[in-house]
């Protein structure tokens, strides 16, 4: 913890710089945060929400949505490699499996494993902005939303644009990427194109990866607008140390591609979005990446699904409602033919309890071919004391059904185990939120009780790691955190942007002795998150991010990120970054190395 109060202190200096508040700060207040039913501006929401916006995500030392995420706090990235290759998500001591990918809404969720829940088939130059909800958000985005939701929001523009930019660095890392708006009369589209390589970090840590993104919509009338998307990935690399130590020529290809088309309806007090959406991964995986034959796995996973959201404005509140069908199947030469059919209600309401307090509450029913009905209640309170200060508390229920890895793996090194049962959590969460002159502030407790939580463990080294259904697991944490941001006002030297954040997690397992973990215990224990973002001028930007992260069964480590652009908003820019420039040793996921030191640069090309 020496390391973490030494950030600590070392970015207290910048707050004397701080003290040129600027009236035209930036700020999350009219943001409306895109739940699929309700929308309730960020000012107004009784939740532990995290916006990153486009200008943080432009600026930030990063080359993947994975990166970027790193960042923010109380989310725990667990990378195996850069770039986004691979990324495992946890929210509050949660595993990657226990965490909700969206995109605009759509549940990115994987039948056959969470390690594929980010393969986002987005370049980062099309992401508008990365919404996170923390805590159990099954009330809201339906099951597996179990720790929390990340919603990934994209924005048709109606103007037209053209953005490419290309980069350099170590590893032989090379990349480019094109993004490009064209409206049409009342269509507007937009077109993204990406490519990343690089020869790896260590031995078998080489990969390519490949993004297609469009998305087009048009506003048919004043009541009428219509919305396609058609994503597709390809990530193909060697997966040096990714599932198990024994084996360094692992190697592994993946395919993802998305597609949806969406109506939505908006008339006086009443509003409704109808969506169809089919989600397919294709994975090809090999135990030595030379020799298919020793062990190759082949899995063809789909989902179809079919939505419906609403909301009605009375003298009563704001009611929403949903419905949902979902079917996922896996053809698999290792898990099997498999499929299951899901059903989901959702029903909430928004009231105003006098002129200060809200209330709102809803449940979540779903229905699963495999397990039957389950109810999700939840609840939020809101107490707005002043114009800057918040109080809120909320309590909510989710759960998590078995993944077909889970149920159904057989390999040298992992078991499935038939006979899981879903897993599922109560919450409750009680905190403050203060906001004015551009400066926020938050802190928040948080309890979370899982019953029957899925954990892969072992009795010994000699023995393969096997899902069982832990009996209870009780997580208490605190979240804290400050952020300031203003306009740029053409000062010679300017603190633009600032950020400090504390986020402590305990655990309590019980039914565990003589049992060794493989993804609880990694789980985060104490992260602490500080960034600066320095503008010199109008054209010169330089952005400082540090990171000090204790996991409970593993090493901390201190990490410490820069970069600095050049005309990034103007025609032509340029950029530099590096990552861990204090050359760490350090491990996020599992057994693989994470790189030391290293550098990119790079240009953007910005035409309007």
């Keep these: 913890m020496r390391k973490a109060l030494l950030l600590i202190a070392l970015t207290g200096l910048a707050l004397p710089v701080l003290s040129q508040t600027d009236t035209t700060s930036q700020n999350l207040e009219e943001v409306l945060i895109q739940e699929n039913r309700i929308q309730i501006p960020f000012s107004k929401q009784s939740r532990n929400i995290s916006v990153v916006g486009k200008n943080q995500i432009e600026t930030t030392p990063a080359r993947s949505l994975q990166e970027v995420l790193t960042f923010v706090p109380g989310v725990d990235v667990r990378q195996r490699g850069v770039s986004g290759v691979q990324a495992d998500i946890g929210i509050r001591g949660g595993s990657f499996e226990q965490t909700l990918m969206l995109l605009n809404g759509i549940k990115l969720t994987d039948p ?16 508008d902005r990365v919404e996170v909800l923390k805590g159990p958000a099954s009330r809201i985005f339906g099951q597996n939303a179990f720790a929390g939701a990340v919603n990934v929001i994209t924005r048709l523009s109606e103007e037209r ?35 990343d390589e690089s020869d790896g970090h260590q031995y078998n840590s080489d990969y390519r990866v490949s993004n297609i993104f469009y998305e087009g919509g048009a506003q048919l009338n004043e009541a009428n607008e219509i919305r396609g998307m058609i994503a597709y990935t390809d ?18 290809s993946i395919q993802t591609t998305l597609a949806s088309l969406a109506h939505t309806y ?40 079919l939505e419906a959201n609403g909301s009605y404005q009375s003298k009563l509140g704001t009611t929403g409602f949903g419905l949902e069908v979902r079917k996922e199947q896996i053809e698999s030469t290792n898990l099997g033919n498999h499929d299951r059919t899901l059903s989901g209600l959702f029903l909430e309401q928004l009231v105003q309890l006098g002129s200060k307090t ?60 038939a006979d ?77 942007e600032f950020m400090l954040s504390y986020n402590f997690i305990d655990a309590d397992f019980s039914g565990q002795e003589g049992l060794e973990s493989r993804y609880a215990l990694t789980a985060l224990r104490n992260q602490v998150i500080t960034g600066v973002l320095v503008g010199f001028g109008e054209k010169v930007e330089w952005n400082t991010k540090m990171r000090y992260v204790e996991r409970m069964s593993l090493d901390p480590y201190f990490l410490l990120d820069m970069r600095v652009d050049y005309n990034r908003l ?11 420039i204090t050359n760490e040793d350090y491990i996020e996921a599992g057994t693989v190395q994470m790189p030391g030191r290293w550098f990119r640069a790079g240009f953007m090309v910005n035409l309007e």
């Design 235 to 252: 990530r193909t690399f060697g997966a040096n140390g990714f599932y198990t130590s024994a084996f360094p020529d692992q190697w592994e």
């Design 266 to 305: 908006q008339k006086d007090r009443f509003y409704l979005n109808t969506r169809a959406y089919w989600r397919r991964n294709e994975d090809e995986y090999r135990l030595r990446r030379n020799e298919p034959e020793f062990f190759q796995n082949f899995h063809t996973s789909d989902v179809f699904a």
């Design 570 to 580: 103007g025609k032509l820019g340029f950029f530099a970054e590096a990552s861990n």
């Design 358 to 417: 809200d209330l709102r509450a809803g449940l979540y029913s779903n229905y699963y071919s495999e397990y039957g009905w389950k109810h999700f209640p939840g609840a939020e309170v809101g107490f707005q004391a002043s114009k800057s200060l918040r109080f809120y508390s909320g309590i909510g229920s989710s759960y998590r059904i078995p993944t077909y890895t889970d149920l159904y793996y057989v390999g040298p090194t992992n078991i499935g185990n």
């Design 161 to 195: 644009s053209l953005r490419v930019q290309g980069y350099g660095g170590d590893f032989g890392m090379k990349g480019v990427n094109f993004a490009g708006s064209l409206p049409a009369g009342k269509y507007r589209q937009n077109l993204a194109v990406s490519y």
């Design 112 to 127: 056959q494993t969470g390690h594929h829940m980010m393969n986002i088939p987005v370049p980062l130059v099309n992401i």
């Design 420 to 496: 899981l049962v879903p897993e599922q959590v109560r919450s409750f969460e009680v905190g403050g939120k203060w906001n004015r002159s551009g400066w926020r502030g938050e802190l928040v407790y948080f309890n979370r009780y899982s019953e029957n939580l899925i954990e892969w463990t072992r009795s010994s080294d000699q023995d393969p790691w096997q899902p069982r259904n832990l009996n209870e697991v009780t997580f208490n944490g605190v979240e804290a955190s400050v952020h300031y941001a203003i306009n740029p006002n053409g000062r010679p030297i300017q603190v633009r």
